[in-house]
C-alpha cells in the first residue's frame, strides 16, 4: 500500500511540474529524483506524452460570442 502511495505522490509532484505550480527548491528535488531513476522518469514522459496527446487530438468547441457576452453582463451584474 506504501508503494501505491509512493506512486500517487509522484504523480502528483510531475502534474505539478508540468503546471509550473512547484517551488524552484521541489522542482530540483523531484528534478534529482528523475535522474537518479529511471521508473521516475518514464512516470514524466507517460505524462507528457497524454498532455500532448490530449492538446493534438481533443477538438475544443467554439463558444458563441452571444455566449460570452452573456457571462461578461453576468459578472458585472452579479453583486460583489
Excluded at 475544443?60 to 451584474?77: D, F, G, Y
Aim: hydrophobic share 30%.
Amino acid at each position: 500500500m506504501g508503494n501505491q502511495q509512493n506512486h500517487r505522490s509522484l504523480v502528483e509532484k510531475v502534474n505539478m511540474y508540468l503546471d509550473n505550480e512547484l517551488s524552484q527548491e521541489a522542482e530540483r528535488e523531484l528534478l534529482k529524483e528523475l535522474k537518479q531513476n529511471p521508473m521516475y522518469h518514464e512516470v514524466l514522459s507517460k505524462e507528457q506524452s497524454f498532455r500532448e496527446f490530449i492538446k493534438s487530438r481533443v477538438q475544443r468547441r467554439t463558444v458563441s460570442p452571444s455566449l460570452i457576452q452573456s457571462i461578461k453582463e453576468k459578472i458585472r451584474v452579479s453583486p460583489s
